[in-house]
Structures are given as C-alpha cells and as structure tokens.
C-alpha cells in the first residue's frame, strides 16, 4: 500500500484561487516532494519542490509569487497554493515523492522521483 493521492483540482478562473493537495500513504520516502503539470502536447514541467528535512522550497520561475508548496507538521500531507492563476497554468497537476538526498540542481526534474500520484486536472479560464 503505496500510494500518493492528489485533490483539490477543478475549474477556476484567472485572478481566482485554487489549492491542491497530495496525500502520502504507506511505505514511501518522502524526503522530497514536489509538483509538476503536463498541458496537451507539452512536456512535464517541474512546479514546485520541497525537501523535508530543511524545509526548502524551489519554484519555477513561471510560478515564482503565485504559487506557494507546503506541507503539515506529520510531512504526510503536502499542498500547492495556487494565487492569481492564468489560462497558461491550465495542466494535468502530479505530486510526487523522492528518496534524498537529492541534489538541487535536479530537484525539479520528473526522473529525480520515482513514486507519482494519479493527478487532478487545473483549468484556469
């Protein structure tokens, strides 16, 4: 029983809010979570990463200001604060978890986490 769980997604519009968040159960490193998205006919992209143990946060420079990742005090449970979103956010959205250390530099790319939730779907108008 190893599993992410994202929710939270759905239609809004620009300016709005939205607030994802990603569930972790089971036997899975979470010493580094993060978020990506994928668009029709684009590749995944790195949104938003976090390492667990210091706490530090990484953004995309498209989201940096907007978007805010978090995560609770039992590190199960982390969250994607989307503020003043636009059409160009509108993606498929994955949490996914990694095993660190992990350097950096590749921090915000796909292959750097093995486990990846289902997804939720973002529509911004």
């Known amino acids: 029983h190893v599993q992410l769980v994202e929710s939270g997604g759905g239609s809004v519009q620009a300016g709005g809010s939205l607030r994802l968040s990603c569930v972790a159960s089971?036997?899975?490193?979470?010493?580094?979570l993060g978020w990506f998205r994928q668009a029709p006919g684009k590749e995944r992209e790195g949104v938003a990463a976090i390492v667990t143990s210091g706490e530090a946060t990484f953004y995309a420079d498209s989201v940096k200001g907007r978007f805010t990742i978090s995560q609770d005090d039992d590190k199960n449970t982390v969250y994607l604060q989307m503020d003043s979103p636009s059409p160009e956010d509108t993606a498929m959205y994955y949490c996914?978890?990694?095993?660190?250390?992990?350097?950096?530099?590749?921090?915000?790319?796909?292959?750097?986490?093995?486990?990846w939730g289902q997804g939720t779907q973002v529509t911004v108008s």
């Open positions: 089971g036997r899975i490193y979470k010493d580094c």
């Open positions: 996914a978890a990694a095993r660190g250390p992990v350097s950096y530099s590749i921090l915000m790319r796909a292959e750097s986490y093995p486990y």
